[in-house]
C-alpha cells in the first residue's frame, strides 16, 4: 500500500522539503503534482521525476492567490483524475523577506509580518478549501500541513513564523474536526532545523552564524541538521492507509530537541 498511486498535491515544491517529498512520493508509485512560485525550479522538479519513470506535472501557483490554488487544484484533477492528498508545504520566514538584522518586533515591518501570516496559515486554508471537492471523492483523503517545532517554542527573530506556525497547528485540529464527516483527515508535524535554503537565511541573519548553527543543533539528541527527505518520509506515511487512525494530531520530526532541556555536550557528543 503505502503511497502507491496516490495523487498529491504539494505546495512549494520546487525546492527544499516540497521538492524531497515530491521526488520521494513518486519514487514509492505516487502521482504528483509539483507547485511553486518559482516555475523554473518547480517544471525542473517534475522533469526529474519523470525521467526517473515517475508521474508528475508541474502547475505554478502562488498560494496567497485564490485564482491560483483554484486553477491548481482544478489542473491536478484533471492530471491525475482526483487528488488524495494535499501537502500544504509551501512556507516562509521573515529572514527572506527583510533585511536580516529586522527581525524583532521593534525593527519589522508590519507588513513583513502579515505576509508570514499569509502564506503560513491563511494559504493553507484556502488550499484546503479548494481541494475539498476533489478530497471528499477520494477513499484516503488527508491533508498534511507543515507546522513547525516553532509552533510550541521559541526562536530569536521568529515572532511572525512562530505565530503562523502556531495557528497553522490549531487550525490543523480544527479542519480534522470539520473534515471528518467527509472521512478527511487532517494532520500537521513539526521539524526542527531542516537543511534547506529557508534555514540557511535563518543561521545567516546571526552575527556569528557557525556559533548559531552549532546551538540550533546542540539541543538536539540527534545533534545534526535534519534531512528534507527524512520529513518527506513523514508526509508519505501521514498520507498512506496505514496511518488512517492518525487524524487531528501534530507530529514532532525534531531529532529529540525539545524532548529535554539539555545540549548534546551534556551527553558527551
Ligand atoms: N527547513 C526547516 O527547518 C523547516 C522547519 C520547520 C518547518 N518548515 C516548513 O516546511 C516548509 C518548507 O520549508 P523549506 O525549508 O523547504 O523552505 P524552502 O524555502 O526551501 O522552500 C519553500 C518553497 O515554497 C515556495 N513558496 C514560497 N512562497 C510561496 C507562495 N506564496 N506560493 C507558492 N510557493 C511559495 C518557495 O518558492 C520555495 O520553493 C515551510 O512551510 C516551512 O515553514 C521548515
Excluded at 515530491?22 to 522538479?45: P, R, T
Excluded at 525593527?107 to 493553507?124: R, T
Aim: hydrophobic fraction near 40%; glycine fraction near 10%.
Amino acid at each position: 500500500m503505502g503511497v502507491q498511486d496516490l495523487r498529491f498535491v504539494i505546495t512549494g515544491s520546487g525546492t527544499g522539503i516540497g521538492e524531497a517529498t515530491a521526488k520521494l512520493a513518486a519514487s514509492k508509485g505516487a502521482k504528483v503534482v509539483v507547485s511553486d512560485l518559482n516555475d523554473e525550479k518547480g517544471e525542473a522538479v517534475a522533469q526529474a521525476i519523470r525521467e526517473d519513470g515517475g508521474a508528475a506535472v508541474y502547475e505554478h501557483c502562488d498560494v496567497t492567490d485564490p485564482d491560483d490554488v483554484k486553477a491548481l487544484m482544478e489542473a491536478a484533477a484533471e492530471a491525475f483524475g482526483g487528488i488524495d492528498v494535499l501537502h500544504n508545504n509551501a512556507g516562509i520566514h521573515e529572514t527572506g523577506l527583510t533585511d536580516p538584522g529586522s527581525c524583532n518586533i521593534a525593527d519589522m515591518p508590519i507588513d513583513v509580518f502579515k505576509k508570514v501570516i499569509e502564506v503560513n496559515a491563511v494559504a493553507p486554508w484556502i488550499c484546503s478549501k479548494f481541494a475539498l471537492p476533489y478530497l471528499r471523492e477520494s477513499h484516503n483523503a488527508s491533508i498534511i500541513n507543515a507546522a513547525s517545532t516553532g509552533s510550541q517554542s521559541a526562536y530569536p527573530n521568529n515572532s511572525a513564523y512562530g505565530t503562523s506556525k502556531g495557528g497553522i497547528r490549531l487550525q490543523t485540529q480544527n479542519l480534522a474536526v470539520d473534515l471528518a464527516p467527509l472521512g478527511i483527515r487532517v494532520n500537521c508535524y513539526g521539524p526542527t532545523a531542516i537543511a534547506t535554503n529557508m534555514v540557511a537565511d535563518y543561521i545567516k541573519q546571526s552575527d556569528d552564524p557557525a556559533a548559531f548553527e552549532q546551538s540550533l543543533i546542540a539541543t538536539g539528541l540527534v545533534p545534526r541538521l535534519g534531512q528534507p527527505v527524512e520529513v518527506g518520509e513523514l508526509v508519505c506515511f501521514l498520507a498512506s492507509p496505514e496511518a488512517g487512525f492518525i487524524n487531528g494530531t501534530y507530529i514532532l520530526i525534531d531529532g529529540g530537541s525539545l524532548a529535554w532541556r539539555g545540549t548534546a555536550a551534556d551527553l558527551g557528543m
